[in-house]
């Protein structure tokens, strides 16, 4: 009740108060967490960030939860980029999501750690926004074909193929990106 008091009296349309929870609780506390009045909620590394965003309202926005000990402190480049990839691929179907830290970076974080991330996630992205053009690109241009039966039937594999290499060669060029990267 204190926290839902203290969001009634501060959070207006200039203002949001943002909900830090980086306990192991949070997830089954969850329905109290939303009762606060927050929209914007950030959770540690001691839950599974999409369970959270699971139980999240849409309108609300879940932040988080590389961890800041594990990974920006003690971890290195390369293990930043691969959870952060897998944070990535693990919520990138929840448009409120929001990758972050779990908690404060601590002192003397590698900034080698911090680039890292922050260039896995402009470059997973770019990567994703790509790949949806692509698709987008694939799909206006079979749709009608797929729509037309006359075409199906009377369109010899041999007219097919090549058409499907333009679409697949770049989609296997990202797919392997991603296993550089990492």
Avoid at 59 to 71: E, F, L, T
Avoid at 74 to 97: A, H, M, W, Y
Avoid at 100 to 126: K, Q, R, W
């Amino acid at each position: 009740e204190y926290v839902k008091e203290i969001v009634e009296a501060t959070q207006e349309q200039g203002f949001i108060i943002v909900y830090h929870n980086c306990g192991n609780y949070a997830l089954q506390l969850i329905d109290s967490i939303l009762d606060t009045g927050c929209r914007v909620f950030h959770f540690g590394d001691a839950v599974q960030m999409k369970d959270m965003l699971e139980k999240m309202p849409a309108d609300c926005v879940a932040m988080g939860n590389i961890s800041p000990s594990q990974q920006f402190r003690n971890g290195t480049p390369q293990s930043v980029r691969i959870e952060t990839v897998r944070l990535l691929e693990e919520c990138k179907d929840f448009r409120n999501f929001v990758i972050s830290s779990g908690c404060d970076i601590p002192p003397l974080t590698e900034f080698e750690n911090i680039d890292a991330f922050f260039d896995t996630v402009e470059s997973f992205y770019y990567r994703q926004r790509l790949l949806d053009i692509i698709m987008k690109l694939f799909l206006g241009f079979v749709t009608p074909f797929l729509l037309d039966s006359r075409f199906i039937t009377g369109c010899p594999f041999s007219i097919w193929l090549p058409l499907l290499k333009i679409f697949i060669k770049p989609l296997l060029f990202f797919l392997s990106y991603d296993m550089f990267i990492l």
